[in-house]
């Protein structure tokens, strides 16, 4: 539907009209898988970088967190950018700079050259999520947004359990850990070229109090101070809380579990890849399908009982993965068992959160919204993440190796790194707690966006 047409009532909307939503979410689906298997790469060929660059823990988590430092920054003004501007085109733009510069990063010659590509990626993948997140806004109604979102983020899972699964073998094919980032610029740039033949769908579209005629004049108006406007909204301040130390946790899981097993289990390659890739990979496909039935069914009853389900499912997910870690080099089936059933329960997150943001912000405001949030989760938590958890691996690792008076650090680099990853569950409990004191706010917040769209 073009951005120019007005649209009928959720309810109403023709069989046509969903084929054309429903091939739009498809693409946006396929988009953020090649975006999370692009981020993917680096984690599981980060034993062989660490090797040919002679990297501690502390550079590893660098190379793992340095497109997160752009990405969180130019964000915000992309995610202006998407509230006024055709957003597939924006998207389409950023899959065909994306693309390129992860290609540029397996040209990599040496490790500043490395991040500097991944800096560049970082732009690229800014442009993506805001217009994305506003676009399924405009798409689907309140009341199947965790559907769409969850199908929408299914791109995660699937995206890291194909790079967990593949990225190994490609390595071991060519014999090199740059060839996965040369074949994962090919389907970026074919789906570039789908993004730019896409419609942007009408702003507001989806809402039950859709603007017509004189209002879509005051709703195209220019917002002042729309950072100010959106931190005066108290859900999404806990929510952006939420996201960052979620994020820190997600971030450290996805950058070390695979060195972990490989560290600490004595795994090769491929098969740590492939046990990461069923521990944040296989789980999420179960998480997000199944909990984002239950997410939208839980928002028919009650505004804030949609984000009870991230609060509970975070709180469960903490010990178990505490749990794990205390195998500590002993059963890595009993490892994988229960750090997969921690992270099943945290991909709640997902469903909980990211649609409790449309129900608090104005159609409008959303692209920015998404921004701000994803901002806080990248600058502040997934930067954060895998460099403060590498900088206490190699702190516990030196710490082992004095006490010992014997070895190398390689020797301790694995128990160094079990015990930071307890990281994990502790930033899991926060944003439990964050959740929590949202799920306080959400009612009033989500009663005033619903009046400013019936009064303007």
Not at 50 to 68: H, N, P, R, V
Not at 108 to 129: D, K, P, Q
Not at 297 to 317: E, F, K, Q
Not at 429 to 451: C, E, G, H, N
Request: charged residues 15%; hydrophobic residues 55%; glycine residues 10%.
């Amino acid at each position: 539907m073009s951005v120019h047409e007005p649209t009928a009532a959720p309810s109403a909307l023709p069989t046509a009209t969903t084929k054309v939503v429903s091939g739009a979410l498809i693409a946006l689906f396929l988009a953020n898988l090649v975006n999370f298997f692009d981020r993917a790469i680096p984690s599981v060929v980060a034993e062989p970088i660490k090797a040919e660059f002679s990297l501690s823990d502390l550079q590893l988590g660098l190379i793992m967190s340095a497109f997160t430092l752009v990405y969180a920054v130019a964000g915000l003004p992309l995610g202006r950018l998407a509230d006024r501007g055709d957003r597939p085109k924006i998207i389409g733009a950023g899959l065909l700079l994306w693309s390129g510069l992860t290609a540029a990063t397996g040209a990599a010659g040496n490790y500043m050259l490395f991040i500097l590509a991944r800096l560049g990626v970082g732009v690229g993948e800014a442009s993506f999520t805001p217009a994305a997140n506003s676009m399924i806004g405009d798409m689907y109604p309140a009341e199947r947004r965790s559907r769409a979102l969850g199908i929408f983020m299914l791109g995660l899972p699937v995206g890291l359990m194909l790079a967990y699964f593949t990225v190994g073998k490609i390595t071991e094919a060519f014999g090199s850990w740059r060839a996965p980032f040369f074949v994962a610029a090919v389907p970026g740039v074919l789906l570039a070229l789908v993004m730019f033949r896409m419609r942007d769908p009408e702003r507001g579209g989806s809402e039950h109090t859709a603007a017509s005629g004189a209002d879509s004049t005051v709703e195209n108006a220019p917002i002042t101070r729309p950072i100010r406007r959106l931190l005066s909204i108290p859900t999404l301040r806990w929510l952006i809380l939420a996201g960052l130390t979620f994020n820190f946790a997600a971030y450290a899981v996805n950058s070390f579990v695979v060195p972990l097993l490989m560290r600490q289990y004595e795994l090769k390659l491929t098969p740590a890849a492939a046990v990461t890739g069923i521990i944040v990979g296989l789980t999420g496909l179960i998480g997000l399908l199944a909990g984002a039935r239950l997410a939208d069914r839980a928002s028919t009853r009650s505004p804030n009982a949609r984000l009870t389900i991230g609060v509970v499912s975070c709180a469960v997910a903490a010990p178990l993965t505490a749990l794990a870690l205390m195998q500590n080099g002993g059963s890595v089936v009993a490892f994988t068992a229960l750090f997969a059933a921690g992270w099943l329960l945290a991909y709640g997150f997902y469903i909980s959160v990211y649609p409790a943001i449309h129900d608090v912000v104005v159609p409008r405001l959303r692209a920015t919204a998404t921004a701000l949030f994803f901002a806080a989760m990248y600058l502040l938590g997934g930067f954060s993440g895998p460099v403060v958890v590498g900088a206490i691996s190699d702190w516990f690792a030196q710490r082992a190796l004095d006490e010992a008076g014997t070895g190398t650090l390689k020797q301790f680099a694995g128990d160094g790194l079990n015990s930071a990853m307890y990281l994990v569950p502790l930033m899991l409990v926060l944003t439990a707690v964050f959740i929590y004191l949202a799920t306080r706010t959400i009612a009033a917040d989500s009663t005033r966006m619903r009046r400013s769209l019936e009064t303007r």
